[in-house]
């Protein structure tokens, strides 16, 4: 089992729409929880982190995080075509300063 | 946000040869940086941790003879490929962390050809 988890996608919204990104991590111990935004050739950007159970939001974005289930998602509201790009979901374990990435969602928001 | 600068944006070598990439933190000292390398459509994935002062540390499959890194002072660490081959080929990305945020390099694209 990967230790962090994500559809590859593409996943591909209207603009306007909501777009849910979704994420899953093995290792309980894991306290930090971060999502990136890349674009293709680029290195990524952090959009939001979150280290508490619920909702948390930033404009836009809501990270929400579930650590009984292991699950963290990032919605993205009012998606417009600029925000088509790779997100990456990262999991920093307790134990380590190490960040884990999972291996990216693609979205697409389409005109 | 905090700035970490990394040079060359890309680079091309030959085979055999040695490749040196930079990665400065430029806003703030940073005792730990981070390296990671990229292929096509694949995550980012952790090659070493940088410490100040002190030999890096690998992750497991990463080989430390090829990837040589230095962190000379809180502000700089180094990563150099030596004896390239076509299979280092990749984007490497480097990290340094500011209150507990990682802020990337601009990341580095080698072809080896």
């Known amino acids: 089992q990967k230790e962090v988890e994500q559809n590859s996608g593409p996943l591909s919204v209207p603009e306007g729409a909501i777009a849910s990104l979704n994420c899953t991590y093995s290792d309980r111990g894991s306290q930090s929880f971060f999502w990136y935004r890349q674009y293709s050739g680029k290195s990524p950007e952090l959009i939001m982190f979150?280290?508490?159970?619920g909702d948390k939001e930033d404009g836009r974005f809501t990270a929400q995080l579930n650590k009984a289930s292991q699950y963290v998602s990032l919605l993205i509201r009012d998606s417009q075509p600029s925000d088509s790009a790779t997100y990456l979901c990262a999991v920093k374990v307790r134990s380590t300063d190490k960040l884990i990435f999972g291996t990216g969602t693609r979205l697409q928001v389409f005109p | 946000g905090a700035v970490v600068s990394q040079h060359p944006s890309w680079v091309i070598c030959k085979s055999g040869t040695s490749v040196k990439i930079e990665c400065r933190s430029l806003d703030f000292q940073a005792t730990t940086m981070f390296w990671y390398r990229q292929f096509p459509k694949q995550s980012l994935m952790l090659m070493a941790t940088s410490n100040e002062g002190s030999k890096a540390t690998y992750e497991q499959g990463v080989e430390k003879d090829k990837f040589l890194i230095n962190h000379a002072s809180l502000t700089l660490s180094t990563l150099t490929v030596t004896s390239a081959h076509p299979e280092d080929s990749s984007f490497y990305i480097c990290?340094?962390?500011?209150?507990?945020?990682?802020?990337f390099g601009q990341g580095t694209r080698l072809t080896v050809v």
């Open positions: 990290s340094a962390e500011l209150n507990t945020e990682a802020f």
């Open positions: 979150i280290y508490s159970n």
